[in-house]
């Protein structure tokens, strides 16, 4: 198994998430999510640095695969047909982002089909932690 960097997470998000997870049943990602959720360290919203990405949060980042850079909104499910740019947090890319800082490189990240990618998080242009958005 590949090394993964570091993941904090809003306690917020966490119980929201592990609604979903439990819900999603013997999905593959929700599998996936449900890893991240339980390495990664539960901070509660306002302890929440500036340069992680939580649910909701705007981030630029390269698909290292594909050699190509790109802007989403890290969403719920519920929100996506609302969110012009979003990606599912229930997508694998979506699963993967969640919690990571900026700098940090996810490799070999499980996509359908078999394949894989690898991410690099270049920046947060919005974070609702950061706005003092805390229980959204």
């Given at each position: 198994?590949?090394?993964?960097?570091?993941?904090?997470?809003?306690r917020l998000d966490a119980e929201r998430l592990q609604r979903l997870i439990d819900a999603a049943g013997e999905d593959a990602v929700a599998l996936s999510l449900e890893e991240?959720?339980?390495r990664g360290e539960v901070l509660e919203p306002e302890q929440i640095p500036a340069d992680v990405i939580s649910m909701n949060s705007r981030v630029r980042f390269t698909d290292l695969t594909r050699e190509r850079?790109?802007?989403?909104?890290?969403?719920?499910?519920?929100?996506l047909d609302a969110t012009e740019d979003g990606v599912s947090v229930m997508a694998?890319?979506?699963?993967?982002?969640?919690?990571?800082?900026?700098g940090d490189v996810i490799?070999?990240?499980?996509?359908?089909?078999?394949?894989?990618t690898s991410l690099r998080v270049d920046a947060i242009l919005w974070q609702p932690e950061r706005e003092g958005q805390f229980h959204r």
């Open positions: 198994m590949v090394a993964r960097p570091p993941l904090i997470i809003n991240e959720l339980e850079e790109i802007v989403k909104t890290l969403v719920y499910p519920h929100a694998p890319v979506g699963a993967a982002l969640l919690g990571l800082h900026v490799e070999e990240w499980p996509l359908p089909g078999g394949k894989q």
